[in-house]
């Protein structure tokens, strides 16, 4: 690419800002569906279904590569350290709030790595990579990705290294988004942006015009703002719509949702979490213990015989 025309590229492109905000619309989709079921109003555990954690890895890894994409977009002018330093700054105080909202909001699934926490920590591990040409970054971004499964000792499960993703132990997080192999996402859209920026095309040019498309923009434009809203909005919006229409019996919908969770946990497979603890509650209402469990009231007397309940219920399953 000539001197002319890389100092006529475009620092950012509409169409990546557009991919961004359609990667936020699928986080909206997917953070909506996590706070219904949290709340105990739909029956699907979003948490622990296949489908629905295979759809929150996809927008994870197409955040993760249109970072790793705009890393190079951002400084192939050259590595404005000031500007570079300033948005990493923001990245990394956000995931800090994050940690600590959650820590107070749920401390028993409080995010300690998640994708804010990916991309502050990217940004600096992805500065020698600006410099190398594409094919090192794939064969880097392959290595990334190869590496948790080749890598294990018990030094990696300790929790000062859950961040590295290397572990072999269950790890309770609302969100949780690892070095390993997600920096790999991040290289895959550096090499990306270095095989076809220099190559222009008239995509680097377009200008997003009608309104859906002006909206997606401006939402990728403000991703990390966005991010930090959306959630706060999504809760306090069905905290609000339950207070003025509560619906049938939501505190059994969470008391089992809570047992699936516990009980896959565990290692158990989620078709015989959902039976036995289905077993349970219709065993707790027999037993007229189920007020006293949703209410947390049972004396030892009875939370013995609630576990009896719970080990007859599983071993029907066997």
């Not at 990306?192 to 680097?204: D, F, T």
């Not at 609000?240 to 059994?252: G, K, R, W, Y």
């Amino acid at each position: 690419m000539s001197q002319t025309t890389a100092s006529a590229a475009p620092s950012r492109i509409d169409l990546i800002d557009v991919a961004r905000g359609l990667a936020l619309l699928a986080m909206f989709v997917f953070h909506f569906a996590y706070d219904l079921s949290y709340f105990g109003l739909i029956e699907t555990d979003i948490p622990v279904d296949p489908s629905w954690r295979w759809f929150a890895r996809c927008i994870a890894g197409s955040f993760l590569t249109i970072v790793g994409f705009s890393l190079v977009l951002a400084t192939r002018k050259g590595l404005n350290r000031r500007a570079y330093f300033r948005r990493f700054a923001m990245v990394a105080g956000a995931a800090a709030l994050v940690t600590l909202a959650t820590r107070f909001a749920m401390p028993d699934s409080y995010i300690f790595f998640g994708i804010l926490h990916q991309i502050a920590l990217a940004s600096l591990l992805a500065l020698p990579f600006l410099r190398l040409p594409a094919p090192v970054v794939i064969i880097s971004a392959a290595a990334v990705f190869a590496v948790p499964f080749f890598v294990v000792h018990p030094w990696l499960d300790h929790d000062w290294l859950l961040w590295l993703g290397l572990a072999r132990v269950p790890i309770r997080t609302a969100d949780f988004v690892p070095v390993f192999p997600w920096f790999g996402c991040v290289l895959a859209g550096m090499a990306l942006a270095k095989i076809v920026l220099p190559l222009g095309g008239r995509w680097q040019n377009w200008q997003a015009r009608i309104l859906p498309a002006r909206v997606l923009a401006w939402g990728g434009r403000h991703s990390l703002a966005v991010y930090l809203v959306h959630q706060p909005v999504f809760i306090g919006t069905l905290m609000l719509a339950l207070q003025i229409m509560p619906v049938s019996a939501p505190q059994e919908r969470s008391f089992v949702l809570t047992c699936q969770r516990s009980c896959a946990d565990a290692g158990t497979e989620l078709r015989v979490c959902t039976n036995v603890c289905d077993c349970a509650v219709e065993g707790l209402k027999q037993e007229n213990l189920w007020s006293k469990a949703l209410t947390d009231r049972l004396n030892s007397a009875e939370t013995e015989r609630t576990r009896a309940i719970a080990r007859a219920c599983y071993r029907d399953q066997q």
